[in-house]
């Protein structure tokens, strides 16, 4: 999508507000929403309208829901995420609050928006059917979000007052699935399958179904998220991107592996990604959010073995030898070659600005998210074009997959969707899967998620849906294992973390008590 008609979209209400005001400076314009009388009149301001709502999607903040989990952590004790991490949060949260308000704000955008696009006079049915459709997929993402954090949660379609909004009351989380279900499929139906060139980002109809297998995923409504997702496979339109290592690069993206992201531009509307991952030594970025020893020890040898098992050849000392490459094309790893050209040494002993203790900037596990730091964006870090991936083809046959394992319909679809994740690239070689009771595939299909979408925003939901998060989170941190002064091997554990999740509460958020001090009929979750 071109991101620079948000900007019009913005000039053009402005535009409109003064012109009404030179008219008659004694006649108030609403400043919070499209002034019906002065919008709303062409097929222009439609998908003005429509390219706005792309602004309320995540971007950088879905890697921070990886950091409340096992896979990742918050690097600076003072993040308020910190808190979430330790445990010791409660509804006042402004992470809790400020998730809950980003979506709401998507949501009523979304609801404004299909409440006023048919006064339009136009004769282009396709046209409006289609921005109907990626509006109602806009909004339906905010509610998945919101079910995967909260459970109930109001269900608001319209826009309403202030007066009704403080009578708003939760909705069970089982009609959010199925309305979340009957939104994407309806817009499944109004959008195209694909787009030409000037329109390269918009939601699609694969986006629908895609987003709609996830949802079915998350509810535990396994037969359905296979049937979806396996019309995402059978459309022919999608497929694996050929290099796992370029797949967050400028050059791959649009690529037929993404089915929904959001889109940036550099100088006109840009991400602070690098600055907000890259080591500290890349002109000082912050390292915020940091890969754990939990995920790197997950990647298999190349023979496909676990690094516990005897016989996988690993050996400690050399720890990211013969090891799955998409380790080495997600983590900045010790001795890997930094966007700046410096060598990535994090080791406490190498005297670096990297290195572990140097400053509390620093990552505190000696690992860097590698995923979106491109070597391009160094000169201008906050500068950053790169598009973030929302969703894409991996996941859906990951979920196919893990639908079929559920319902005990174990077939070759399911393994090749699988082996198609581990050896479908020409970078990514692991050993084929082949058939295995229930439980060796679920536990196969469960890894495979955690580390090919790592850092993309699904593991928190996936260990709340899998109920493993209180044996997986709880503990210490742990980092790099690097040669001490004396040459004896030494782990890092994070000074002063011990992530806690209490599985009487922790399995969902509170809600926000800001809003519940507005509206006393939202129920607090249990344990809060």
Same mark, same amino acid.
């Given at each position: 999508?071109?991101?620079?008609?948000?900007?019009?979209?913005? @000039?053009?209400?402005?535009?409109?507000?003064?012109?009404?005001?030179?008219?008659?400076?004694?006649?108030?314009?609403?400043?919070?929403?499209?002034?019906?009388?002065?919008?709303?009149?062409?097929?222009?301001?439609?998908?003005?309208?429509?390219?706005?709502?792309?602004?309320?999607?995540?971007?950088?903040? =879905? $890697?921070?829901?990886?950091?409340?989990?096992?896979?990742?952590?918050?690097?600076?004790?003072?993040?308020?995420?910190?808190?979430?991490?330790?445990?010791?949060?409660? %509804?006042?949260?402004?992470?809790?609050?400020?998730?809950?308000?980003?979506?709401?704000? %998507?949501?009523?955008?979304?609801?404004?928006?299909?409440?006023?696009?048919?006064?339009?006079?136009?004769?282009?049915?396709?046209?409006?059917?289609?921005?109907?459709?990626?509006?109602?997929?806009?909004?339906?993402?905010?509610?998945?979000?919101?079910? /995967?954090?909260?459970?109930?949660?109001?269900?608001?379609?319209?826009? #309403?007052?202030?007066?009704?909004?403080?009578?708003?009351?939760?909705?069970?989380?089982?009609?959010?699935?199925?309305? =979340?279900?009957?939104?994407?499929?309806?817009?499944?139906?109004? @959008?195209?399958?694909?787009?030409?060139?000037?329109?390269?980002?918009?939601?699609?109809? /694969?986006?629908?179904?895609? @987003?709609?297998?996830?949802?079915?995923?998350?509810?535990?409504?396994?037969?359905?998220?296979?049937?979806?997702?396996?019309?995402? #496979?059978?459309?022919?339109?999608?497929?694996?991107?050929?290099?796992?290592?370029?797949?967050?690069?400028?050059?791959?993206?649009?690529?037929?592996?993404?089915? &929904?992201? +959001?889109? &940036? =531009?550099?100088?006109?509307?840009?991400?602070?990604? &690098?600055?907000?991952?890259?080591?500290?030594?890349?002109?000082?970025?912050?390292?915020?959010?940091?890969?754990?020893?939990?995920?790197?020890?997950?990647?298999?040898?190349?023979?496909?073995?676990? =690094?516990?098992?005897?016989?996988?050849?690993?050996?400690?000392?050399?720890?990211?030898?013969?090891?799955?490459?998409?380790?080495?094309?997600?983590?900045?790893?010790?001795?890997?070659?930094?966007?700046?050209?410096?060598?990535?040494?994090?080791?406490?002993?190498?005297?670096?600005?990297?290195?572990?203790?140097?400053?509390?900037?620093?990552?505190?596990?000696? &690992?860097?998210?590698?995923?979106?730091?491109?070597?391009?964006?160094?000169?201008?870090?906050?500068?950053? %074009?790169?598009?973030?991936?929302?969703?894409?083809?991996?996941?859906?046959?990951?979920?196919?997959?893990?639908?079929? #394992?559920?319902? %005990?319909?174990?077939?070759?679809?399911?393994?090749?969707?699988?082996?198609?994740? +581990?050896?479908?690239?020409?970078?990514?070689?692991?050993?084929?899967?082949?058939?295995?009771?229930?439980?060796?595939?679920?536990?196969?299909?469960?890894?495979?998620?955690?580390?090919?979408?790592?850092?993309?925003?699904?593991?928190?939901?996936?260990?709340? +849906?899998?109920?493993?998060?209180?044996?997986?989170?709880?503990?210490?941190?742990?980092? $790099?294992?690097?040669?001490?002064?004396?040459?004896?091997?030494?782990?890092?554990?994070?000074?002063?973390?011990?992530?806690?999740?209490?599985?009487?509460?922790?399995?969902?958020?509170?809600?926000?008590?800001?809003? +519940?001090?507005?509206?006393?009929?939202?129920?607090?979750?249990?344990?809060?």
């Amino acid at each position: 999508m071109n991101t620079l008609k948000y900007i019009t979209l913005s @000039l053009a209400i402005s535009s409109g507000l003064l012109i009404s005001c030179d008219n008659d400076l004694l006649e108030t314009v609403p400043n919070d929403r499209l002034n019906v009388d002065m919008f709303w009149k062409t097929e222009q301001d439609a998908k003005l309208a429509v390219n706005g709502l792309y602004t309320d999607l995540d971007s950088t903040n =879905i $890697i921070t829901w990886d950091a409340l989990t096992d896979i990742a952590h918050t690097n600076q004790n003072f993040d308020v995420q910190a808190y979430v991490e330790l445990g010791t949060y409660d %509804g006042t949260s402004s992470k809790i609050y400020g998730e809950w308000k980003r979506a709401y704000r %998507g949501i009523r955008a979304t609801s404004y928006f299909l409440e006023n696009v048919d006064k339009i006079p136009s004769t282009n049915t396709a046209l409006i059917n289609q921005l109907k459709g990626e509006a109602k997929v806009l909004r339906a993402y905010q509610y998945i979000k919101l079910a /995967g954090f909260y459970g109930d949660v109001p269900l608001v379609t319209s826009s #309403i007052t202030i007066d009704e909004g403080r009578a708003l009351v939760k909705t069970p989380v089982a009609e959010i699935w199925d309305f =979340i279900d009957t939104e994407l499929n309806e817009a499944a139906s109004l @959008l195209p399958a694909t787009y030409t060139a000037a329109d390269k980002g918009r939601v699609t109809q /694969g986006t629908a179904l895609g @987003l709609a297998a996830r949802a079915s995923l998350y509810a535990g409504r396994y037969q359905k998220a296979a049937e979806t997702a396996d019309k995402v #496979i059978k459309s022919g339109i999608y497929g694996l991107y050929e290099s796992y290592e370029k797949l967050f690069s400028y050059a791959a993206e649009n690529n037929k592996e993404v089915l &929904f992201d +959001r889109q &940036f =531009i550099k100088d006109n509307y840009p991400i602070n990604v &690098f600055p907000l991952l890259a080591p500290y030594s890349q002109k000082n970025s912050q390292s915020s959010y940091v890969p754990t020893k939990a995920l790197v020890d997950m990647y298999e040898t190349l023979d496909g073995k676990l =690094i516990t098992d005897a016989a996988s050849g690993y050996n400690p000392a050399t720890p990211y030898v013969n090891r799955d490459s998409r380790l080495k094309y997600s983590v900045f790893l010790q001795g890997d070659i930094l966007p700046s050209g410096i060598t990535f040494q994090p080791q406490p002993t190498s005297g670096t600005a990297d290195a572990i203790g140097s400053t509390y900037i620093a990552s505190t596990t000696g &690992f860097n998210i590698k995923k979106y730091i491109i070597a391009e964006d160094y000169a201008n870090p906050a500068n950053s %074009g790169i598009n973030i991936i929302l969703l894409r083809y991996a996941e859906i046959l990951l979920t196919y997959a893990e639908a079929k #394992i559920e319902l %005990g319909q174990v077939d070759a679809s399911v393994l090749a969707a699988i082996n198609l994740v +581990r050896n479908g690239r020409s970078d990514v070689k692991q050993p084929s899967v082949t058939s295995m009771s229930q439980a060796e595939l679920r536990t196969i299909v469960r890894r495979e998620r955690t580390v090919e979408l790592a850092f993309e925003g699904q593991h928190l939901f996936d260990i709340r +849906r899998w109920k493993t998060a209180e044996k997986v989170i709880p503990g210490p941190v742990y980092g $790099i294992t690097y040669k001490d002064a004396s040459g004896a091997l030494k782990t890092v554990e994070v000074i002063a973390v011990n992530k806690t999740f209490d599985v009487s509460r922790h399995y969902l958020w509170p809600v926000p008590q800001k809003e +519940r001090d507005l509206n006393p009929s939202l129920t607090q979750n249990p344990g809060w």
